[in-house]
């Protein structure tokens, strides 16, 4: 039992900062070793993990937690199993750290470049799913950086166990411990540490829902890489091949309905819509997607609700679509523009000039062409693994895999070279 | 007479916005007539700009203004002709607006890439001197942003003369005015507009003393790019050539005083600290530097003031150094990472091994072997010119230039695929 959280989170952080001088430091070999070891201790605790789990669950049931969250917060064999591959796949990616590009010799005779390095800590803050303990800790280790994870209360007993795992690894692979350490208390002002000090992390990344986001962003004086909504649109133009754009319209809404990247407003140009609509309608019917359309869509699709100026900006994460009908290009780009949220947008089209202009034009972390909205992902970009999608311009926007998670600083090398 | 603040800078951040959209897609053909048209201006409107100037330095006197501070203020023909070179530079450096870099196919067959794009909209606020007016619209003009400045009260009449210099090359080239917006109010209110409305601008950068910096950072909700203390060390190893040191230690403080990259304190390995401070003692004498050191140095150097903990954090920004000796690398470098503003640091040694734990180990945004820490410029590391040296991790870290007032996204190009 922690009494005093601010003291427990001090040390917390002082013990990370000493960690994270030395992870910075650390070769890959040794990396790849605890994170591969870590995989091991994983596969070697099913039992207590899924016992610690139980614990969570039971708790989480007599809180009356909802199913849906009951369902993430879970950890079954095959999660497990899961979990340690993830962590294999980690030590499989290249390592980020040390690199040494845009290297040369300027006129006055220094030599410049640039090496990539870790960030320092980084304090990770989730919602229920267990598992991300064992992914966040993985690639912020691969990139050098030292981590403070604080997972949702209602894990305490799975992260825990989870943790012990990750602390074998680090010990089998001769690392220090502190190198990830989760928080081991509940307290909420716990979190209100991590967000509020400076010299505790160097950066924030919120994991979970809208709200969790949103209120992290809100009250961390500590930068945050975050991702919010995801409204993403698909255009379907004139001169778009129709079965394409059939193919990528259903895939970017059906394939996966919770999700950020998944589509949420189609803009159909009006020269195509009577002929791509009802096919469309009676497809996304069959699947059970709710449609709501502007004016012109109703027109063509009959039994549609009416679109709201609310749903062009909303992210329904959910089995319905908003459908509007629009003259050109420019009135595509421009409602993408308004109301998206600068996710991920795709046009359907074989003309290559309207591709470009569409590529340049939509001010979005994912432009696309001809390809459903779905491959906005670290893996399918072969980052490897993503931390989360950034819809922030700074630092990292799209995806974030490891090199998100480093910064370059400039390295000079003279010989005895002073300023004239 | 601006009356309603707000409503003012409400019309400004619109006006910026949508010209925005149209700057991130002008090409550099027309970027660059309007920077040079805007030399052109600047060099035809010299009596105005010296008579405007005249009502800011009139008024300054009158309130009281101290002579640095009006000497900062003071636009001379000289600094004017300087003002249209720097335009001109500008121009003539590679617009990083389009790159595409890192494009591959991927296994699922969709091609992925990274092009580089504006930020947006930039938010500039700074102090007294008239010819950040300039070199800011230029920046963010070159690399596609749209720009909001707003100097400081005193400067007005100045500021306002190069705005209308900057308005007459926009029109020249063709280009929408709004691109670059010079604040018309000396009202605080339009700062705090800018700081807190996140529609308004993507970025702050406030370029200025400490103090103004500290306030913006504190105040704005929206990112900001800043530049803090720099608080840079030399550290003269054992191993060093002992007259590279010597030039490097005395050209690293005396070059100039109060510049951010020079050096505040010096460490000197035990093994040589005899042989080399007595020397470098006279030359600082010489040159009017005041001398700060531990016991150690101090046994070495009579006539020196006893160095506090509080020096060791101080960035002098005048002729005051503190010295401190250390028994080796690893002291130094603890030392250069806990006191230190991670800005700018120098090893002097011939030791190789010694040189690349020193680059790899010291967490600052330069690191640098055998160098003097004034090195640290945009100009000197081929960026051509920089907006400021950033001392955050996150974004850009160190000299700032048309690069780091970018982002990247993400380019996907598919022939109608899909997720499987």
Redesign the interface.
Known sequence: MINDVIAYMTEVGQRARRAA?EI??ADSGSKNRALLAMAEAIENSVDNLVSENAKDLAAGKEKGLDAALLDRLELTPDRIAGMAEGLRQVAALPDPV?EITQR?F?P?G?E?GK?R?P??VIGIIYESRPNVTADAAALCLKSGNASILRGGSEAIHSNQAVAECIQRGLETAGLNPDIVQVVATTDRAAVGEMLGNQHLV??IIPRGGKSLIERVSADSVV?V?KHLDGICHVYIDDRA?L??AH??A???KT?RYGVCNAMETLLVNAAVAEEVLPKLAADYAEKGVQLRGDQRSRGIVGDMLEATDEDWATEYLAPVLSIKVVDDLDEAMEHV?YYGSHHTD?I?TEDIGR?RRF???V??????????T???DGF???LGAEIGIST????A???VGLEGLT?????????????V
């Open positions: 001088t910075a430091r040390g040369s300027r006055s220094i410049v090496m390095v960030l320092g160097d950066v930068p890489i091949d079965d394409k193919a990528i259903i895939n970017s394939h523009n795709s359907v591709a590529l340049r034009e001010d979005s972390s994912s432009v696309m062409v001809n390809a459903s779905r491959f906005a399918e970009y072969g922030d311009k700074l630092h926007r799209g995806p910064t370059q600083k400039y390295v000079v090398i003279g010989e005895g070279h002073i300023r």
